[in-house]
């Protein structure tokens, strides 16, 4: 039996990317790969550790070595259909389902070779009830590619949602009707427990095909009357959800098929060029920037200085920003671009002024970890 310390170091040595110590410590204590042990709140095993998901947040770490570190955890055993104490502790709690839906291997560029890892390890490509749940939270969380993988290693495609991420015009013609109405339900495993109506599954099928690349299931769906900027269940459309974490040859072929880039989600009130800025799409932003008219707070969330100075000469008034709120210099502080928010308090822009929740540029500059910004506007503030 692995006891919280022994445990603890040896996610230490995962999160470190130290295969050299976790060597160590499972060949003198090798249960340690099979157990599931309370850490931090957290029962899991060491493998929803590499998955970095679900877990305490100071232990979701992705080392470049990882893939090494969980074939090693693999080779010693490591079952890949236990389950954790969160995320509702069943199905939902595997170290599949929590690797699937984890933004730090996606961005060292590993989820995708992990996801193949854990299904040639024995993962269940459906999860543990085969309704397609792994599936299903990849595309919720918007990742094409590990999609991609679930999908190839044979994950179903029998509801409207998985066939349209597989490209299958075939299953998308037995449930949709368009623009009548759907004969029922897709039964589509919604990763959170959400209700979802017929309707809401063929807009997640269109936002499916357009993450995954699949243009003959995006042109069919809209020449059978589909609404290319329909709201998912969630408030955002298939552009918001390309510009974030698609190609950039769909976002050109949804813009071109009509597809409106003024229209803002209902969760974040944001623009499909907001999307794009934070997935860290530049190639998506950048046409984006051709379709979208943008305000003060938007240059000042950008960092678009120059652009910022030629709006401001034209619109004085808005340097506080078009509600005279305060929200550019805000934008700017969140975001920690510096030369931004030194060009709006040289030019006068208040830093008292306050969001709605209450909270000055400096709170989010702090809150950030923006030190000197956070300097910057102090020493403003103090004058």
């Not at 459906?126 to 999609?147: I, R, V």
């Not at 976002?251 to 623009?271: E, T, Y």
């Not at 970890?369 to 506007?377: C, I, K, N, R, T």
Request: glycine share 8%; proline share 4%; aromatic share 8%.
């Amino acid at each position: 039996m692995a006891n919280s310390e022994l445990f603890r170091k040896a996610v230490l040595a995962i999160i470190q990317g130290d295969k050299s110590k976790l060597i160590q410590l499972l060949k003198e204590h090798p249960f340690l790969a099979t157990e599931t042990v309370e850490l931090e709140g957290h029962r899991a095993s060491l493998l929803h550790y590499v998955a970095a998901n679900g877990v305490d947040d100071s232990f979701q770490k992705t080392p470049d070595n990882i893939l090494e570190i969980a074939s090693l955890l693999f080779d010693k055993g490591a079952d890949p259909h236990a389950t954790a104490s969160f995320y509702g502790g069943n199905a939902g709690s595997t170290a599949l389902v929590g690797l699937v839906s984890s933004i730090h291997p996606y961005q060292k560029g590993l989820q995708a070779k992990l996801t193949q890892m854990f299904i040639d390890k024995g993962a269940r490509v459906d999860g543990l009830n085969g309704d397609g749940l792994p599936l299903a939270t990849a595309l919720e969380f918007w990742y094409p590619q590990t999609a991609s993988v679930l999908i190839s290693n044979g994950a179903r495609t029998d509801n409207v949602v998985f066939a349209a991420a597989a490209g299958s015009l075939e299953h998308i013609n037995k449930w949709i009707q368009l623009p009548d109405s759907i004969s029922g339900p897709a039964h589509f495993p919604e990763p959170f427990d959400r209700t979802l109506t017929a309707q809401d599954e063929i807009v997640l099928a269109f936002i499916a095909a357009a993450l995954c690349d699949q243009f003959a299931v995006v042109d069919h769906m809209l020449t059978q009357g589909f609404n290319i900027d329909s709201l998912s269940h969630r408030g955002h459309t298939a552009l918001h959800v390309v510009s974030y974490r698609g190609s950039i040859a769909m976002l050109r072929h949804l813009i071109v098929s009509g597809a409106s880039c003024k229209i803002r989600d209902g969760q974040w009130n944001s623009l499909p060029i907001h999307w794009a800025y934070s997935g860290d799409q530049e190639d998506s932003f950048q046409k984006l920037l051709q379709h979208t008219t943008l305000s003060p707070e938007d240059y000042a969330e950008f960092g678009m200085n120059e652009k910022l100075v030629t709006y401001l000469s034209k619109y004085p008034d808005h340097l506080d920003g078009v509600q005279k709120d305060g929200l550019p210099l805000r934008e700017a502080a969140f975001r920690g671009h510096l030369d931004t928010v030194r060009l709006l308090l040289e030019s006068g822009a208040d830093p008292s002024l306050k969001s709605k929740a209450g909270h000055t540029a400096l709170h989010y500059a702090l809150e950030q970890g923006h030190d000197d910004v956070a300097a910057l506007l102090q020493k403003h503030s103090d004058i």
